[in-house]
């Protein structure tokens, strides 16, 4: 940076009135100039004996008051033209960074510029980023960046987002990251990468491959300037939970009605990948004791179930094509004097064995279509992770059945990373309700598993993109462990929380009033925050901006069930009296 001299670019000089340290300064705005919030400053200062340092600096708070007014009705006179007063502008300055590395303060009266091109870029650290992934634009409509370094693993993994339902565009945000991703080109080999989005409230997530209708020229234009495309995802799958009582297991959607296929897992599955203890996954369950009989039950299936290569089992005898014909086995052997030692262990109570059962038969009527040995050619229905983009609809279950699914497909996919032993194809996971899944207190297999995607994916290759409303009633350990952190609107009780102590004080208040659209981003390579505004997706985002889709091809990779009108004539329906 040049010398900052008096010209068109001074914006104006340090205050001498308020002091000046190497972490913040005071600037006074020069007459015929403004400074607002977020806007890049910089100075320069030669130290005795030194080579120049050049001083940057984000504005984070910005004032304006009456010189000369001693009382608050000498507002009044000074209009009035009674009493002589000046007004005067200040911008306080938070300081970024010091080129060459000589952390003293700017002097006052020294001259301050807005920084621009290079200086914008050294100001923000974006000149020490090799491979940056379009983060946003500023107010003034200049592009943001996130060190894909610390996304992808190389020096930190993970981005979480907070902020209030329904306003800070929590899952938006996630999936513009995403589409970054996928068509900046930041990636490389980007067709190789793939994302698992959990489509956990209404079909928002369900239209992410058809064009947005209401996408204007303005949102266009700010695609050109992030240098990304303004289109819909171009390699999605869907999969939806079989609508209740379908023998079909047609998918259950409402808008959606085509290119979505239905998931479940077989009896078989379900008892030689151990998965019994994903239905008991809420957090207090960890301090029953009846968990003890989860796990000798999960074994006992484990070793004595025979499959019978239809998705069926054959246990004690048995055969079992229902998930409630396997629990009344269970029940049975439990409830059996000579069998309850063999399959809950030895030493276990009477009580301890019914809450198990109780629990067991609750989560019945919310599981049964998703753990079945009863549909011809189930290997229809798994998912299959095969398109860039797979998206797994659990909106419209139970809270035991979302934590289910979300348990099973987060541990089959980590299974699967752990076994390849490769990074590649790096994984981005998408899961909203975050609270629900890691709470602060509390265990679970659920919980357990996120532990390790956000302590051990880096090095897997599975990137955690995790979203909340309260970070405060998360797990310490897997927001910790997320180098890049977003906001968006917050509570005002929420922002208090020792949770977003990575955000100035300003940044705080900022927070509680941000409009959607606009996040504040923290990255490591930053010392403070960055307030971001990301465009209007590109993408559906609900059934009413849903245009141009995928052509339906031979080679699609979701499929449907054979006979999409099996089960109309069972009375059962999506839950909106829709057949689909």
């Given at each position: 940076?040049?010398d900052?001299?008096?010209?068109?670019?001074?914006?104006?000089?340090?205050?001498?009135?308020?002091?000046?340290?190497?972490?913040?300064?005071?600037?006074?705005?020069?007459?015929?100039?403004?400074?607002?919030?977020?806007?890049?400053?910089?100075l320069?200062?030669?130290?005795?004996?030194?080579?120049?340092?050049?001083?940057?600096?984000?504005?984070?708070?910005?004032?304006?008051?009456?010189e000369?007014?001693?009382?608050?009705?000498?507002?009044?006179?000074?209009e009035?033209?009674?009493?002589?007063?000046?007004?005067?502008?200040a911008?306080?300055?938070?300081?970024?960074?010091?080129?060459?590395e000589?952390?003293?303060?700017?002097?006052?009266?020294?001259?301050?510029?807005?920084?621009?091109?290079?200086?914008?870029?050294?100001?923000?650290?974006?000149?020490?980023?090799?491979?940056?992934?379009p983060?946003?634009?500023t107010?003034?409509?200049?592009?943001?960046?996130?060190?894909?370094?610390?996304?992808?693993?190389?020096?930190?993994?993970?981005?979480?987002?907070?902020?209030?339902?329904?306003?800070?565009?929590?899952?938006?945000?996630?999936?513009?990251?995403?589409?970054?991703?996928?068509?900046?080109?930041?990636?490389?080999?980007?067709?190789?990468?793939?994302?698992?989005?959990?489509?956990?409230?209404?079909?928002?997530?369900?239209?992410?491959?058809?064009?947005?209708?209401?996408?204007?020229?303005?949102?266009?234009?700010?695609?050109?300037?992030?240098?990304?495309?303004?289109?819909?995802?171009?390699?999605?799958?869907?999969?939806?939970?079989?609508?209740?009582?379908?023998?079909?297991?047609a998918?259950?959607?409402?808008?959606?009605?085509?290119?979505?296929?239905?998931?479940?897992?077989?009896?078989?599955?379900?008892?030689?990948?151990?998965?019994?203890?994903?239905?008991?996954?809420?957090?207090?369950?960890?301090?029953?004791?009846?968990?003890?009989?989860?796990?000798?039950?999960?074994?006992?299936?484990?070793?004595?179930?025979?499959?019978?290569?239809?998705?069926?089992?054959?246990?004690?005898?048995?055969?079992?094509?229902?998930?409630?014909?396997l629990?009344?086995?269970?029940?049975?052997?439990?409830?059996?004097?000579?069998?309850?030692?063999?399959?809950?262990?030895?030493?276990?109570?009477?009580?301890?064995?019914?809450?198990?059962?109780?629990?067991?038969?609750?989560?019945?009527?919310?599981?049964?279509?998703?753990?079945?040995?009863?549909v011809?050619?189930?290997?229809?229905h798994?998912?299959?992770?095969?398109?860039?983009?797979?998206?797994?609809?659990?909106?419209?279950?139970?809270?035991?059945?979302?934590?289910?699914?979300?348990?099973?497909?987060?541990?089959?996919q980590?299974?699967?990373?752990?076994?390849?032993?490769?990074?590649?194809?790096?994984?981005?996971?998408?899961?909203?309700?975050?609270?629900?899944?890691?709470?602060?207190?509390?265990?679970s297999?659920?919980?357990?598993?996120?532990?390790?995607?956000?302590?051990?994916?880096?090095?897997?290759?599975?990137i955690?993109?995790?979203?909340?409303?309260?970070?405060?009633?998360?797990?310490?350990?897997v927001?910790?462990?997320?180098?890049?952190?977003?906001?968006?609107?917050?509570?005002?009780?929420?922002?208090?929380?020792?949770?977003?102590?990575?955000?100035?004080?300003?940044?705080?208040?900022?927070?509680?009033?941000?409009?959607?659209?606009?996040?504040?981003?923290?990255?490591?390579?930053?010392?403070?925050?960055?307030?971001?505004?990301?465009?209007?997706?590109?993408?559906?985002?609900?059934?009413?901006?849903?245009?141009?889709?995928?052509?339906?091809?031979?080679?699609?990779?979701?499929t449907?069930?054979?006979?999409?009108f099996?089960g109309?004539?069972?009375?059962?329906?999506?839950?909106?009296?829709?057949?689909?």
């Open positions: 940076m040049s900052a001299t008096p010209g068109p670019e001074l914006v104006g000089r340090v205050l001498g009135t308020e002091d000046a340290t190497p972490l913040e300064f005071w600037v006074g705005v020069a007459e015929g100039q403004f400074l607002q919030l977020d806007d890049v400053v910089a320069q200062r030669t130290p005795p004996g030194r080579q120049p340092v050049n001083i940057y600096g984000v504005v984070s708070q910005v004032r304006a008051r009456h000369g007014a001693r009382f608050d009705s000498d507002v009044f006179l000074i009035d033209g009674v009493l002589p007063a000046e007004v005067s502008e911008a306080q300055v938070l300081t970024t960074r010091f080129e060459p000589v952390f003293v303060p700017p002097l006052p009266g020294q001259a301050v510029v807005k920084a621009t091109g290079d200086d914008r870029d050294q100001a923000l650290f974006f000149d020490r980023m090799e491979r940056r992934l983060a946003g634009l107010r003034d409509d200049l592009p943001v960046v996130i060190d894909l370094d610390f996304l992808d693993g190389t020096r930190g993994a993970h981005v979480n987002i907070s902020g209030v339902s329904g306003v800070a565009t929590k899952t938006t945000y996630a999936t513009f990251l995403l589409h970054g991703l996928f068509t900046s080109g930041v990636l490389g080999a980007a067709h190789n990468a793939k994302a698992l989005v959990f489509n956990v409230k209404g079909e928002d997530l369900l239209f992410l491959d058809h064009d947005n209708v209401k996408l204007d020229d303005t949102s266009r234009a700010k695609y050109e300037q992030l240098g990304l495309p303004a289109s819909a995802f171009a390699s999605v799958e869907m999969w939806a939970p079989p609508r209740r009582g379908a023998a079909s297991a998918p259950d959607t409402g808008a959606r009605r085509e290119g979505i296929g239905s998931f479940f897992w077989t009896l078989e599955e379900f008892c030689r990948d151990a998965l019994l203890p994903f239905l008991f996954a809420d957090a207090g369950d960890d301090r029953q004791q009846y968990t003890m009989v989860v796990d000798n039950v999960t074994a006992r299936l484990q070793r004595d179930a025979v499959p019978t290569g239809d998705g069926a089992v054959r246990l004690e005898g048995v055969t079992c094509r229902t998930f409630r014909e629990i009344d086995v269970v029940r049975e052997r439990l409830e059996s004097e000579d069998e309850a030692p063999r399959w809950a262990g030895r030493a276990v109570g009477v009580g301890t064995i019914n809450a198990f059962v109780r629990r067991l038969y609750g989560s019945l009527r919310h599981v049964e279509d998703l753990i079945r040995g009863d011809p050619h189930p290997e229809r798994t998912i299959r992770h095969e398109a860039q983009v797979t998206v797994v609809d659990i909106h419209r279950l139970n809270d035991r059945a979302k934590r289910f699914v979300v348990g099973v497909v987060l541990r089959r980590f299974d699967a990373k752990e076994a390849s032993g490769s990074p590649d194809p790096l994984t981005f996971i998408v899961l909203d309700e975050l609270n629900k899944y890691a709470p602060r207190e509390g265990s297999p659920i919980k357990e598993l996120l532990l390790d995607v956000a302590e051990r994916g880096r090095s897997l290759g599975m955690l993109i995790g979203a909340q409303q309260t970070a405060s009633e998360v797990e310490r350990r927001v910790a462990n997320c180098a890049i952190r977003v906001v968006g609107r917050l509570d005002t009780a929420e922002a208090g929380r020792d949770e977003y102590g990575f955000l100035p004080t300003a940044f705080r208040q900022r927070a509680t009033i941000v409009k959607p659209g606009t996040m504040i981003l923290s990255q490591p390579q930053l010392p403070v925050p960055l307030v971001v505004e990301f465009p209007f997706p590109s993408w559906a985002t609900r059934p009413s901006e849903a245009g141009r889709g995928p052509t339906p091809g031979a080679d699609d990779i979701v449907q069930p054979d006979d999409p099996a109309l004539d069972d009375g059962a329906d999506g839950g909106d009296g829709m057949p689909f």
